[in-house]
T-cell receptor, first 117, second 115 residues
Framework: AQTVTQSQPEMSVQEAETVTLSCTYD???????LFWYKQPPSRQMILVIR??????QNATENRFSVNFQKAAKSFSLKISDSQLGDTAMYFC??????????????FGKGTHLIIQP | NAGVTQTPKFRILKIGQSMTLQCTQD?????MYWYRQDPGMGLKLIYY???????DKGEVPNGYNVSRSTTEDFPLRLELAAPSQTSVYFC??????????????FGEGSWLTVV
């Protein structure tokens, strides 16, 4: 079974600063996907960024980028030029590339990110 | 662009009552999932389905049942509601993890309180 660990329950930074959220995972598989989801107070789950494990290049989406270290099983999210609207819970998630039935997402417990004005 | 639609959004149940959370998706996804999210926690998988007529248990299936008679619909039934089932429930859908564009899409959640 896969596990996902987010060691920072809460983080707070000033607007416009850069912040990095940590995520580590444990798996014996070599093919998988990693995701960061954002959950604002509305509770909607919004996909921020995804990374395929077979790709060495780190994924980027505008102000969001990841640092994917496969050997270390680490997948951190960097948010540049943080904005008030970035305030939310952020969940790291793992999905096995199996094609079988039980390849849903395994989630970490989340990091509550607060952007201060 | 409807995506994944869940109803109801909010519900209060009394202990011992039963109810069904409805979920429908219009993206022709073969995989569908039900998750629950307890306060301060990540999402945990209750049940999943890889296609019409096929369902299987996830991490926390006790107290729930599902069915999948069509590709679009995946209702979750709570039998004999208990306070421990107070949670936010999310329905989600996707293509197989081996398919291109296999992102899992979520509904907006259903807040359930059992009193």
């Amino acid at each position: 079974a896969q596990t996902v660990t987010q060691s920072q329950p809460e983080m707070s930074v000033q607007e416009a600063e850069t912040v990095t959220l940590s995520c580590t995972y444990d798996t014996s598989e070599s093919n998988y996907y990693l995701f960061w989801y954002k959950q604002p107070p509305s509770r909607q789950m919004i996909l921020v960024i995804r990374q395929e494990a077979y790709k060495q290049q780190n994924a980027t989406e505008n102000r969001f980028s990841v640092n994917f270290q496969k050997a270390a099983k680490s997948f951190s999210l960097k948010i540049s030029d943080s904005q008030l609207g970035d305030t939310a819970m952020y969940f790291c998630a793992f999905r096995l590339y199996s094609g079988g039935g039980a390849d849903g997402l395994t989630f970490g417990k989340g990091t509550h990110l607060i952007i201060q004005p | 662009n409807a995506g994944v639609t869940q109803t109801p959004k909010f519900r209060i149940l009394k202990i011992g009552q039963s109810m069904t959370l409805q979920c429908t998706q219009d993206m022709n996804h073969n995989y569908m999932y039900w998750y629950r999210q307890d306060p301060g926690m990540g999402l945990k998988l209750i049940y999943y389905s890889v296609g019409a007529g096929i369902t299987d248990k996830g991490e926390v299936p006790n107290g729930y049942n599902v069915s999948r008679s069509t590709t679009e619909d995946f209702p979750l039934r709570l039998e004999l509601a208990a306070p421990s089932q107070t949670s936010v429930y999310f329905c989600a859908s996707s293509y197989s993890s081996r398919a291109p564009g296999n992102t899992i899409y979520f509904g907006e959640g259903s807040w359930l309180t059992v009193v």
